[in-house]
């Protein structure tokens, strides 16, 4: 399932809130790192950094249907 599935549609704004919160040190670590704003386009284990997120930032219970779409 896809990060978005599992959230549902109204719960975007909670994944747009999560990251204006982080903002600051998003953009710190792009910085520290020269990272362009495709960077993501290379991780290989896009399924696990998806299962994270969902569970270290959005706290859901069923983060391990995480799952990456294209």
Known sequence: MSLAFLVNSAS???IRAVMKQKGNEIDEIH???MMGSRHNRSVRDK????????RDYLGLRN???AEYTN
């Open 12 to 14: 975007h704004p909670a």
């Open 31 to 33: 910085e520290r790192y």
């Open 47 to 54: 399924n696990g950094v998806l299962k994270a997120i969902a």
């Open 63 to 65: 983060w391990e249907d």
